[in-house]
């Protein structure tokens, strides 16, 4: 494509979306706290259609939890979300490895999904030597209990 065409095309796409208004993530990334020991996860409608969407949340969580040294936790608010199509265990066990160590635990806010459920208490037993996993509710559970395993890696008593 030529220069004058890649113009064309950015200006087509820069009008559309002006006219769309702001184009939400599938997944919002961000500190949930000022002291940035908690990074949130919220799951936005549509919700995510792909494992790449779902990676691509996970990295910039990871990128996020570098920024600081001391221990973290990540919180994913799913809500009502459905996971994509493909194998879930290889996605999420993938997204696991690639956390600093740093983040020291997950948590999964998840409505009443069942099959999401099952996945994520099979993950939770293929990697509680690297990462502690739970499965909650609501997205206040997740945050409640995500301070409370803070304070408890802090004092080095972490309870299961």
Request: hydrophobic share 40%; proline share 4%; with cysteine.
């Amino acid at each position: 494509m030529t220069t004058y065409g890649t113009m064309m095309l950015n200006r087509r796409l820069a009008s559309y979306f002006a006219g769309v208004g702001s184009v939400l993530m599938p997944i919002e990334v961000s500190w949930y706290d000022t002291e940035k020991t908690i990074i949130r996860l919220d799951f936005r409608k549509p919700h995510i259609t792909t494992w790449d969407e779902y990676h691509t949340a996970t990295e910039n969580a990871c990128t996020l939890a570098r920024e600081v040294t001391h221990q973290v936790a990540i919180v994913y608010c799913a809500y009502d979300a459905t996971m994509p199509s493909g194998a879930p265990l290889v996605h999420i066990k993938r997204a696991i490895s690639i956390m600093p160590e740093h983040i020291v635990v997950a948590i999964s806010a998840l409505d009443r999904n069942p099959f999401e459920r099952m996945i994520l208490n099979i993950v939770q037993k293929l990697t509680r030597y690297k990462i502690q996993t739970y499965i909650v509710s609501t997205p206040e559970e997740a945050i409640q209990l995500a301070r409370k395993k803070l304070k408890e890696a802090t004092y080095g008593v972490m309870s299961r």
